[in-house]
Structure formats: structure tokens, C-alpha cells
């Protein structure tokens, strides 16, 4: 995850928890200084598997 503003940090976190249990998936989170689209505060990079793909 990508973010703009470290103060988005916690409620990026909540959210993560509302959608994701314990044992929770890796991830990175780092502040940037900005995002290719302007106006973007956050990023995610996601990778999934689907069974039987």
C-alpha cells in the first residue's frame, strides 16, 4: 500500500481489519511523497489465487 499522508495510516488500518482476519494477509505499507494520478491519497497492490486457475 502506498499512501500520501502518514495520517492515514490508522484509518487504513481499520478498515484492513474490517475486511481481513487474523492470521492477516503480508503486506507493506509506505509513505510517498505522491501518486502517478493526481488527487490519488492511496494505492493498493494486490495479488490473488484462485483455486482450480
Known amino acids: 500500500?502506498?499512501?500520501?499522508?502518514?495520517?492515514?495510516?490508522?484509518?487504513?488500518?481499520?478498515?484492513?481489519?474490517?475486511?481481513?482476519?487474523?492470521?492477516?494477509p503480508v503486506r507493506a505499507t509506505v509513505v510517498v511523497k505522491e501518486l502517478i494520478t493526481p488527487g490519488l491519497r492511496i494505492e493498493v497492490l494486490a495479488h490473488a489465487v484462485l483455486e482450480g486457475a
Open 1 to 24: 500500500m502506498f499512501l500520501t499522508e502518514r495520517a492515514d495510516a490508522p484509518g487504513m488500518n481499520r478498515i484492513y481489519t474490517e475486511f481481513f482476519r487474523e492470521p492477516y
